[in-house]
């Protein structure tokens, strides 16, 4: 089992920064990549970035490329997302998630992800 805990959501204006982190325990290395995902109030789960455990990789969702960058600290189990030049459309609660026996499912596909963290809240006022 790998637990997730992020933290670093809050109420921010638009144009404005966030940074989310997520702090893994448990079995870490059975993970192949690390992502972040969102859900706004009434809509499903939607897919924002992924980043590879060991390698280089990262995937971003089309509507945060420029924006958003995830990045990983493997000596400390810990996952970031900076958000920069916020919108009010990227209020959502933030989740963390990491994949481990369906490696074969794509990096956007929820399915792919075995464990959750319990999320964690941003607001982007206009």
């Known amino acids: 089992q790998v637990q997730l805990v992020e933290s670093g959501g809050g109420l921010v204006q638009a144009g404005g920064s966030l940074r989310l982190s997520c702090t893994a325990s448990?079995?870490?290395?059975?993970?192949?990549?690390m992502a972040w995902f969102r859900q706004a109030p009434g809509k499903e789960r939607q897919f924002v970035a992924a980043?590879?455990?060991?390698?280089?990789?990262?995937k971003y969702a089309e509507s945060v490329k420029g924006r958003f960058t995830v990045s990983r600290d493997n000596a400390k189990n810990m996952v970031f997302l900076q958000m920069n030049s916020l919108k009010p459309e990227d209020t959502a609660v933030y989740y963390c998630?990491?994949?481990?026996?369906?490696?074969?499912?794509?990096?956007?596909?929820?399915?792919?992800?075995?464990?959750w963290g319990q999320g964690t809240r941003i607001a982007v006022s206009s």
């Open positions: 448990g079995l870490v290395d059975t993970v192949w990549y």
């Open positions: 998630a990491a994949d481990g026996s369906n490696p074969h499912l794509m990096l956007w596909a929820t399915a792919r992800y075995e464990h």
């Open positions: 980043i590879s455990w060991r390698g280089d990789e990262t």
